[in-house]
Antibody
Framework: EVQLVESGGGLIQPGGPLRLSCAASGFTVSSSYMTWVRQAPGKGLEWVAI???????YYADSVKGRFTISRDNSKNTLSLQMYGLRAEDTAMYYCARDSPYGDYDACWGQGTLVTVSS | QSALTQPPSASGSPGHSVTISCTGTSNDVGGYHYVSWYQQHPGKAPKLMIY???KRPSGVPDRFSGSKSGNTASLTVSGLQADDEADYYCSSYSGDNTFGVFGTGTKVTVL
């Protein structure tokens, strides 16, 4: 069964770092476009970062220079390292085998909540 | 990059149809054949319903259909069922500089 399970969310103070992880099963992360999408409470969706199969990455302007997307092929996991967190980064973060190109075999995790507050 | 424009709400009676619009620009919806639609029930993760304007992933009923004309894409849900009540978001690829943008979202109510 294809599945994605996120972890690492929680309450973090402004300016702090946080690392989100996404464990994949049923498919190989390195063979898929993998993305992080976030949704602030009561708000819409936002593409945050994408990792292409070839290793290239793309980031939303709102997180560029602060967030880094990566994968560990040996563990079949996707990660999002976040630095300099701001209140406006508070959101549910979803890991997805998906992209703005669309994926006939798209799969999303259930999300992990990040709350940035003092 | 501005979000794509969707109506805040739409509704229809069971068995009837509802169509949701998604308006962008020539830099996103109008410029590429990469428009997707997602369904999101409260407290749940989004689910891909349509990709590449009109294609359905495996398992998505053919009651869901997509189309595009110019800078506006549309999602039609036919034969409305109670479980279709959810938020719907469109998404479009928007070129190498900004790579992707979502719509503002539409809450569909089954009357």
């Amino acid at each position: 069964e294809v599945q994605l399970v996120e972890s690492g969310g929680g309450l973090i103070q402004p300016g702090g770092p946080l690392r989100l992880s996404c464990a994949a099963s049923g498919f190989t992360v390195s063979s898929s476009y993998m993305t992080w999408v976030r949704q602030a409470p009561g708000k819409g969706l936002e593409w945050v970062a994408i990792l292409y199969t070839g290793g290239s990455t793309y980031y939303a302007d709102s997180v560029k220079g602060r967030f880094t997307i990566s994968r560990d092929n040996s563990k079949n996991t996707l990660s999002l390292q976040m630095y300099g967190l701001r209140a406006e980064d508070t959101a549910m973060y979803y890991c997805a085998r998906d992209s703005p190109y669309g994926d006939y075999d798209a799969c999303w995790g259930q999300g992990t909540l990040v709350t940035v507050s003092s | 990059q501005s979000a794509l424009t969707q109506p805040p709400s739409a509704s229809g009676s069971p068995g009837h149809s509802v169509t949701i619009s998604c308006t962008g620009t020539s830099n996103d919806v109008g410029g590429y054949h990469y428009v997707s639609w997602y369904q999101q029930h409260p407290g749940k993760a989004p689910k891909l319903m349509i990709y590449e304007v009109s294609k359905r992933p495996s398992g998505v009923p053919d009651r869901f259909s997509g189309s595009k004309s110019g800078n506006t894409a549309s999602l039609t849900v036919s034969g409305l069922q109670a479980d279709d009540e959810a938020d719907y978001y469109c998404s479009s690829y928007s070129g190498d500089n900004t790579f992707g943008v979502f719509g503002t979202g539409t809450k569909v109510t089954v009357l």
